[in-house]
């Protein structure tokens, strides 16, 4: 079993940034993806971002060059840092753990950016 704790949401305005970070706790297996998605008011789940154990990186079109995605593999913890925030930034963050074995959610956290 694998247990996520997502932090980091809150209310910004429209060009500010946030940094979201998930842990990750349990039976973590070394070959793993760690990933973002998010979700807005009456949209479907998407993807955000992704990192790979071994480094392969990607991203959303709508978020290149504004958001990166990092991770440290010691701490199993994956950050997002989002720059230049947009109100169509909004929406509750998912973070994701996949392995060959298990496909883990965090609970979600909010993002608003306001106009």
């Known amino acids: 079993q694998v247990h996520l704790v997502e932090s980091g949401g809150g209310v910004v305005q429209a060009g500010g940034s946030l940094r979201l970070s998930c842990a990750a706790f349990g039976s973590i297996r070394s070959n793993n993806d760690m990933n973002w998605y998010r979700q807005a008011p009456g949209k479907q789940r998407e993807l955000v971002a992704s990192?790979?154990?071994?480094?392969?990186?990607n991203y959303a079109d709508s978020v290149k060059e504004r958001f990166t995605i990092s991770r440290d593999n010691a701490k199993n913890t994956v950050y997002l840092q989002m720059n230049s925030l947009k109100p169509e930034d909004t929406g509750v963050y998912y973070c994701?753990?996949?392995?060959?074995?298990?496909?883990?959610w965090g609970k979600g956290t909010q993002v608003i950016v306001s106009s």
């Open positions: 994701n753990f996949r392995d060959s074995y298990m496909n883990t």
């Open positions: 990192k790979s154990s071994r480094g392969n990186t």
